[in-house]
């Protein structure tokens, strides 16, 4: 891989490191991608890994098999958990406005949570900034996918198990918000290192 790539990104990931309290690193499980889901999950870290949020939440809707088989969180988990409207206003508002949010995949957890606020509090949110460490990773490699890939030659993307394991990273709580959140927090220490 390029050097001068490389350290472009590990620039970037140390630049963060020392906003530790400028950003937070985000995650959040739900019901399913689509527009009418419900977040059954919440957690977010500093990104040098102090636990700002970590909440379950009761859906509107419930919980899929197949979601139930990825994260493990049951309708039976979230019955006692408070609603969004109530996460958002006691614990989640004041990050959310004063923080920028990395996540692994950005879009897809940006998206979610956005329509969640929306739906439940009425409010019209965009984070004060973004970075998709998704991406940044995927750029710190510079692994390209293969002649003949439907997307050969450009940028390789990794899930995050497979982002932890290829840096030596534990990633014991996978598709859990909190534990995606410190994996998460602990790969851009590494692209720092």
């Known amino acids: 891989m390029p050097a001068k790539n490389r350290e472009h990104w590990r620039v970037w990931a140390g630049d963060i490191l020392a906003h530790d309290d400028a950003w937070m690193i985000l995650d959040v499980e739900a019901t399913g991608g689509g527009l009418e889901d419900d977040i059954t999950e919440v957690a977010a870290v500093t990104p040098g890994g102090r636990v700002l949020v970590d909440t379950l939440i009761r859906p509107t809707i419930p919980i899929p098999p197949f ?18 409207a109530a ?16 996540a692994y995949d950005d879009t897809s957890d940006i998206r979610i949570l956005r329509r969640n606020i ?30 003949g ?32 959140c410190l994996a998460s927090a602990a790969l851009l220490r590494a692209m720092a290192g």
């Open 67 to 84: 979601v139930v088989a990825l994260t493990g969180i049951t309708d039976a988990m979230v019955a006692p958990a408070p609603p969004f």
């Open 87 to 102: 996460v958002y206003t006691r614990v989640l508002k004041s990050h959310l406005t004063g923080r920028g949010v990395i």
């Open 118 to 147: 929306q739906r439940h509090c009425h409010i019209a949110w965009n984070p004060i900034g973004h970075h998709d460490l998704m991406r940044a990773y995927a750029s710190y490699r510079d692994e390209r996918y293969p002649a």
């Open 149 to 180: 890939h439907a997307r050969a030659g450009r940028v390789r993307m990794h899930r995050l198990e497979s982002a932890c394991h290829q840096m030596d990273i534990p990633h014991p709580h996978a598709h859990r918000a909190l534990g995606d």
